[in-house]
């Protein structure tokens, strides 16, 4: 699903843009559902992966930051199959707080990584089970109380001003 998205991501920025100047409570509802989608997705590679995943040692080369400051690191292990892989998680989610700290003293320090076995190139750091599961509830609260607001304002329930 999340495929399709990106598939068609600037079909829907068009449709949100459009629908910013007609009826700007449906694009309260295209982020919800583009929300939810991302969110219901995610739980469902975090659940396979940690149900299914092939669990290794892995050590971090360097940590990468984005346009925001936000660092991810850079992982590499070695699979069943002798493959030596560098990548960065598949799922991995920053806070604010990564952007001011250095992350030296992890850097070359071994984790335990879960890799999907039909794709090694999706993985995640074991230890941070818990703090993904936490943001993909943010994210999944945040697209339903977007959709609720958009469909409350399209049936008249609330009357939002813009």
């Given at each position: 699903m999340i495929k399709y998205i990106e598939k068609y991501w600037i079909i829907i920025a068009l449709v949100f843009i459009i629908f910013a100047f007609i009826k700007p409570s449906i694009c309260f509802l295209i982020l919800g559902l583009v929300f939810l989608i991302f969110s219901i997705e995610s739980y469902k590679f975090n659940k396979y992966i940690y149900l299914k995943g092939v669990?290794?040692?892995?050590?971090?080369l360097t940590y990468e930051s984005d346009y925001e400051g936000h660092k991810t690191p850079i992982i590499e292990f070695k699979i069943a199959s002798g493959e030596i892989i560098s990548e960065k998680p598949y799922f991995y989610a920053s806070t604010d707080l990564s952007k001011i700290r250095t992350y030296k003293n992890k850097i070359n320090q071994n984790v335990n990584i879960l890799y999907d076995p039909k794709n090694p190139k999706r993985f995640v750091i074991q230890s941070e089970e818990e703090f993904s599961y936490t943001v993909l509830m943010l994210f999944f609260f945040i697209s339903i109380a977007s959709?609720?607001?958009a469909i409350c304002d399209l049936f008249g329930?609330?009357?939002i001003n813009y």
């Open positions: 669990k290794c040692s892995a050590k971090i959709i609720a607001i329930v609330i009357n």
